[in-house]
């Protein structure tokens, strides 16, 4: 199993433009998370989705989108990218919300 | 919605040495984790422990969900274990979900 994988690794976007994040998870997991990780904090939650077709937000939403027509992908889409946008950006999975999150290696963005 | 504090900001060990890790939760959670950020980045989840104690090899965590606090035992540190420490408290139930990472502990194992 490859687990929770995440492309690209890295990523320098304008500002204004816009991109997809993609995550992808081969465990079958009905729970997906978005999360950003600005430098020297923890995690926050961007979006999360119970399952295909199904999304919310989370705790900082804003700036950003979701789909999830799959079980296996969780995209998050960046539209009009802002300098507040730069962050490392994690994909997780879950099989349910009360179970451990796996999480995939990251994306750094940076939005000059 | 749920706050979550850990203690202490930064830790320097020995190697050799053994250390606990303290987090404070404010409100009834369901879903306690702990994990590991290593030095490149990489979250490796160590525990999920919303109740109890569970012990992996030098790594032991317990919870007491009624007094709202998580502790994260390391024994025998090396300097492997360096990098920084998250626990995250989460609540979901009636079509909500919040989780709250606390700001981690950076810990230092030095030869």
Same mark, same amino acid.
């Given at each position: 199993?490859? %687990? ?29 998370? =978005? ?14 989705? +119970? ?24 995209? #998050? ?10 962050? +490392? ?7 349910? $919300?009360?179970?451990? &999150?796996?999480?995939?290696? %990251?994306? /750094?963005?940076?939005?000059? | 919605?749920?706050? +979550? ?7 320097? #060990? &020995? ?13 009834? *959670?369901?879903?306690?984790? =702990?994990? $590991? ?17 569970? &012990?992996? %090899? /030098?790594?032991?965590?317990?919870? +007491?969900?009624?007094? /709202? ?14 990098? *920084? ?12 979900? &919040? ?9 230092? *194992?030095?030869?």
């Amino acid at each position: 199993n490859a %687990g929770v994988t995440q492309t690209p690794k890295f990523r320098i976007l304008k500002i204004g433009q816009s991109m997809t994040l993609q995550c992808a998870q081969d465990m079958n997991h009905n729970y997906m998370y =978005w999360y950003r990780q600005d430098p020297g904090m923890g995690l926050k939650l961007i979006y999360y989705s +119970v399952g295909a077709g199904i999304t919310d937000k989370g705790e900082v939403p804003n700036g950003y989108n979701v789909s999830r027509s799959t079980t296996e992908d969780f995209p #998050l889409r960046l539209e009009l990218a802002a300098p507040s946008q730069t962050s +490392v950006y994690f994909c997780a999975s879950s099989r349910g $919300h009360t179970n451990e &999150q796996f999480f995939g290696p %990251g994306t /750094r963005l940076t939005v000059l | 919605g749920i706050q +979550v504090e850990q203690s202490p900001p930064d830790l320097i #060990l &020995q190697e050799g040495a053994n250390s606990t890790l303290r987090c404070n939760f404010s409100d009834s *959670v369901n879903n306690l984790q =702990w994990f $590991h950020q290593n030095p490149w980045g990489q979250l490796i989840n160590l525990f999920y422990i919303p109740s109890g104690t569970k &012990q992996n %090899g /030098r790594l032991s965590a317990t919870t +007491v969900a009624t007094e /709202r606090y998580s502790l994260l035992y390391i024994s025998s540190s090396q300097t492997t274990d360096s990098g *920084v420490y998250f626990c995250a408290a989460a609540y979901s139930g009636a079509g909500s979900y &919040q989780l709250t990472f606390g700001k981690g502990t950076k810990l230092s *194992v030095i030869p």
